[in-house]
């Protein structure tokens, strides 16, 4: 019995001292790609959890291997303790001056990534590889303030609502994918051609721009205050401000051929601090 706790220690031991050599390998590789390709971890306190759990399993393997006297086991807890605290204090210091904004997709595919200075209110938007790493993309054109609001609209799109520092509210797409295989990029604005609706709203996409109807109200957007966002969504614009947002749907289908009617469904997404949902709306008839 006793000879298969020794066993046992053993085994658990140095699997633990395997871990330790994997995530000391991952760290390297990441510092390594950070000075080089200006790579990030998506979300920047990942880095200092990493070091703990380095820590914490190399000494556990130790104590599991080694035999120390008591001496050596003060010494040790000492340094574990004291590299732990300075790690806690370093992630809380990194998360009080970048605050990071991370959601993953609903089927766990997807990670949405933006980071924002405390101080200056700059975000940007980070494209991810692998949920883990990520690099960045653009910034979002304007200062922010408060909360970041986030909402999958699909699987693969994510939009996030945020206010700018003059109070005024916008919206950042986050899109991960397409719906015309990745063969050709095209336009959502001509593929939402038609018109489109629900039990209580309305879209309407024509050559002149795109009107919403939403119980009863009505706003027209012309296409300059319409910005697209990958292939996936487009942001109608008035008076500097976003009002809604237009996704499609992951049963929506690109045709090739313009003389085909659209297939699938859209979403309408209001712009607005407050908790709601996104309306989706089937074809109806083309213009």
């Known amino acids: 019995m006793k000879q298969n706790n020794v066993e046992m220690k053993k085994i658990w031991g140095w699997a633990l001292f395997l871990f330790t050599i994997v995530f000391f390998s991952v760290q390297m590789g990441f510092l390594f790609l950070h000075s080089r390709y200006n790579v990030e971890y998506s979300d920047n306190r990942?880095?200092?959890?990493?070091?703990?759990?380095?820590?914490?399993?190399?000494?556990?393997?130790?104590l599991l291997l080694v035999t120390l006297t008591k001496m050596w086991k003060w010494f040790g807890a000492c340094i574990i303790v004291i590299f732990t605290i300075v790690n806690i204090?370093?992630?809380?210091?990194?998360n009080h001056?970048?605050?990071?904004?991370?959601?993953?997709?609903p089927d766990f595919k997807h990670v949405l990534s933006i980071k924002e200075n405390t101080k200056t209110g700059e975000a940007i938007y980070y494209r991810t590889y692998y949920g883990i790493l990520a690099r960045p993309k653009e910034s979002l054109p304007y200062k922010t303030v408060g909360a970041f609001k986030v909402k999958w609209l699909a699987k693969d799109i994510s939009a996030v609502t945020y206010k700018a520092s003059d109070h005024s509210i916008h919206q950042y797409i986050?899109?991960?994918?397409?719906?015309?295989g990745r063969h050709s990029y095209y336009y959502v604005g001509a593929?939402?051609?038609?018109?489109?609706?629900?039990?209580?709203?309305?879209?309407?996409?024509?050559?002149?721009?795109?009107?919403?109807?939403?119980?009863?109200?009505?706003?027209?957007?012309?296409?300059?205050?319409?910005?697209?966002?990958?292939?996936?969504?487009?942001?109608?614009?008035?008076?500097?401000q976003a009002v809604?947002?237009?996704?499609?749907?992951?049963?929506?289908?690109?045709?090739?051929?313009a003389s085909m009617p659209p297939s699938g469904e859209?979403?309408?997404?209001?712009?607005?601090?407050?908790?709601?949902?996104?309306?989706?709306?089937h074809y109806v008839a083309s213009n």
């Not at 204090?89 to 990194?94: E, G, I, P, R, T």
């Not at 986050?174 to 015309?180: E, I, N, W």
């Not at 939403?214 to 942001?235: C, P, Y």
């Open 46 to 62: 990942i880095f200092y959890m990493i070091n703990i759990f380095i820590v914490i399993c190399l000494s556990i393997a130790v």
């Open 89 to 94: 204090v370093l992630l809380f210091k990194s």
């Open 97 to 105: 001056q970048i605050k990071n904004i991370v959601r993953i997709s």
């Open 174 to 180: 986050g899109t991960y994918g397409d719906r015309g």
């Open 191 to 240: 593929e939402l051609h038609g018109q489109w609706r629900s039990e209580n709203a309305e879209v309407i996409s024509n050559t002149e721009g795109i009107t919403v109807v939403n119980n009863g109200e009505v706003e027209k957007f012309d296409w300059e205050n319409i910005v697209q966002f990958g292939t996936l969504a487009v942001v109608l614009m008035k008076n500097n």
């Open 244 to 257: 809604w947002t237009i996704s499609l749907n992951e049963n929506f289908e690109v045709h090739s051929a």
């Open 266 to 281: 859209i979403s309408l997404y209001k712009a607005t601090m407050e908790n709601n949902e996104p309306i989706t709306l």
